[in-house]
């Protein structure tokens, strides 16, 4: 058979609709293989056994899309789209890697960790924690680049001060999620506000009014919790005689924290994020050779090598592998010893599996098979909050994508909030609320991998602490159902003549 006549069968191929069990299947096959993996292989389950989960289950939407006429051609095009979709997350992961390892062998890191040691009161931490994140997040509006930067370090904190890595990761991610909920600097923000028609600056003011409200009773939340101290009592003796290793094995100055402020600075002037990471990777592996001389010399342990190749070879490696410190100190080696593209490898199998399965739910109408009815049961307006908020947060589950779960909800569920006469930003809110804060709380989402990753934490162990991110879609479905802050869209008649008296 010639290639027009196979192109001209193919074409022939009549496209079937899928049915409710081709929607229903590979979902089932995606909570029965990642049950099975977490009971079988338990946390460990992220090394490995979920990601080839993923991929099976990939294969599993795949055979269905090609029993309703579809072609393979089809199939490996969709998924190249969904994979070209997450390239800038790749290299986000990538330099993040790269940078933690640079951090610690410049005395980044240990210099953050030592301040903060000194700094911050053990009560208080949690708190303290969630706005140190808050704040950096908000001045420029990435919750990836103040959890792989400032988190790491406050985490690393920590466990030297006696208090609860997990909880503070849930402090971390709490705080790190108002910016990038919030923020006008957050590309998030600005994506939910753009699908909805809505003025950024009017859906800025919108979230507010359910992102305050969360954060304020997760700071009261991390101050109760600090005060308790959760049943962990802060070793200062231990603190202290870290505190003094710190300080031999590096040298402590604010010089090594120019490569955090540089890294702020091109966040706020809006720098590539992938570029903004390795330049400040790199400006820290160049500053630790002038710095810390001495722990990169212990790090690349090769005598022989010498001046110029012996720093050259140990950025290399610390950007490639992570740094590795052998003090001797078993918290301190634990601490340090991080970072590394290659650490991140994992992370990125996962995020390739879960994004391709997600795509070809997504494309070939198994989604929106399940979706519509949704949306047709919807008859109250505190069911559609509901059902918004709902598929908001399956789609970060089914899809493990943060952008699928923002973007669908936006794109299904706009017409039905225009018909019901709610204003552009009263949608925008709801999607935020229940898709970009519940994307780290799954351990397979790309958010949720990345922040397990970075912060050292497992996503089921700090999901019950994210209390921002829990609190969030509460609200947007509370106020949904007693009509609280929900706004009503001004008639075109009214638009006009509000333009006309601003003209005059």
């Known amino acids: 058979m010639s290639e027009e006549s196979a192109a001209g069968s193919d074409a022939a191929r009549p496209r079937r609709e899928p049915s409710y069990a081709d929607a229903i299947i590979p979902l089932v096959a995606l909570v029965v293989s990642i049950g099975g993996g977490l009971s079988l292989f338990g946390l460990d389950a992220l090394d490995g056994p979920i990601q080839a989960?993923?991929?099976?289950?990939?294969?599993?939407?795949?055979?269905?899309?090609?029993?309703?006429?579809?072609?393979?051609?089809?199939?490996?095009?969709?998924?190249?789209?969904?994979?070209?979709?997450?390239?800038?997350?790749?290299?986000?992961?990538?330099?993040?890697?790269?940078?933690?390892?640079?951090?610690?062998?410049?005395?980044?890191?240990?210099?953050?960790?030592?301040?903060?040691?000194?700094?911050?009161?053990?009560?208080?931490?949690?708190?303290?924690?969630?706005?140190?994140?808050?704040?950096?997040?908000?001045?420029?509006?990435?919750?990836?680049?103040?959890?792989?930067?400032?988190?790491?370090?406050?985490?690393?904190?920590?466990?030297?001060?006696?208090?609860?890595p997990v909880i503070t990761a849930g402090a971390v991610i709490s705080g790190a999620y108002l910016g990038d909920k919030t923020s006008p600097l957050s590309e998030t923000t600005v994506l939910a506000s753009q699908l909805a028609?809505?003025?950024?600056?009017?859906?800025?003011?919108?979230?507010?009014w359910t992102s305050v409200p969360s954060f304020l009773i997760a700071a009261a939340v991390f101050a109760l919790l600090g005060l308790h101290g959760n049943g962990v009592l802060p070793d200062q003796a231990a603190a202290s005689a870290d505190l003094h290793q710190?300080?031999?094995?590096?040298?402590?100055?604010?010089?090594?924290?120019?490569?955090?402020?540089?890294?702020?600075?091109?966040?706020?002037?809006?720098?590539?994020?992938?570029?903004?990471?390795?330049?400040?990777?790199?400006?820290?592996?160049?500053?630790?050779?002038?710095?810390?001389?001495d722990v990169v010399r212990r790090f690349v342990a090769e005598p022989e090598l010498s001046g110029p190749l012996l720093f050259a070879k140990g950025i290399w490696k610390a950007m490639a592998s992570g740094f590795q410190a052998n003090s001797g100190l078993k918290d301190v080696d634990t601490l340090l010893s991080r970072g590394g593209m290659g650490s991140m490898l994992k992370t990125i199998w996962l995020i390739l599996g879960a994004v391709t399965f997600g795509t070809l739910l997504e494309e070939f109408g198994l989604l929106?098979?399940?979706?519509?009815?949704?949306?047709?049961?919807?008859?109250?307006?505190?069911?559609?909050?509901?059902?918004?908020?709902?598929?908001a947060l399956g789609l970060n589950i089914v899809a493990a994508d943060q952008y699928i779960a923002l973007v669908l909800p936006v794109r299904t569920f706009k017409e039905e909030f225009r018909a019901r006469g709610f204003a552009p930003e009263v949608l925008s809110r709801a999607a935020a609320d229940a898709g970009t804060v519940t994307s780290p709380l799954i351990p397979w989402n790309s958010c949720g991998a990345y922040m397990s990753a970075v912060l050292g934490v497992p996503t089921l162990l700090y999901l019950p602490f994210c209390i921002f991110n829990i609190l969030s879609p509460i609200l947007t479905v509370l106020y949904g159902a007693t009509g609280f802050r929900i706004t009503r869209a001004r008639a075109e008649s009214e638009v006009g003549g509000a333009a006309a008296a601003r003209a005059k």
């Open 368 to 391: 929106g098979k399940l979706i519509d009815p949704l949306i047709a049961s919807a008859r109250s307006n505190g069911r559609l909050f509901a059902t918004t908020a709902g598929t």
């Open 197 to 208: 028609g809505a003025d950024l600056y009017v859906h800025v003011r919108a979230q507010a």
């Open 53 to 164: 989960a993923l991929v099976v289950c990939s294969m599993v939407a795949s055979i269905i899309i090609l029993k309703n006429g579809h072609t393979w051609e089809e199939v490996a095009e969709s998924s190249q789209r969904g994979m070209s979709s997450i390239v800038s997350a790749i290299f986000i992961l990538l330099g993040v890697g790269a940078l933690i390892g640079t951090w610690n062998m410049a005395g980044t890191i240990p210099t953050l960790v030592y301040y903060g040691i000194q700094w911050i009161n053990p009560n208080f931490y949690y708190v303290s924690t969630a706005l140190i994140c808050a704040a950096t997040s908000l001045s420029i509006g990435s919750s990836w680049t103040t959890a792989g930067t400032v988190g790491v370090g406050l985490v690393g904190i920590a466990s030297l001060l006696g208090v609860s």
């Open 246 to 293: 710190l300080d031999r094995l590096f040298w402590i100055t604010p010089l090594n924290l120019i490569p955090l402020a540089a890294l702020l600075v091109m966040s706020l002037k809006k720098s590539p994020s992938s570029l903004a990471i390795i330049i400040a990777s790199l400006l820290a592996g160049i500053l630790g050779s002038f710095t810390q001389p």
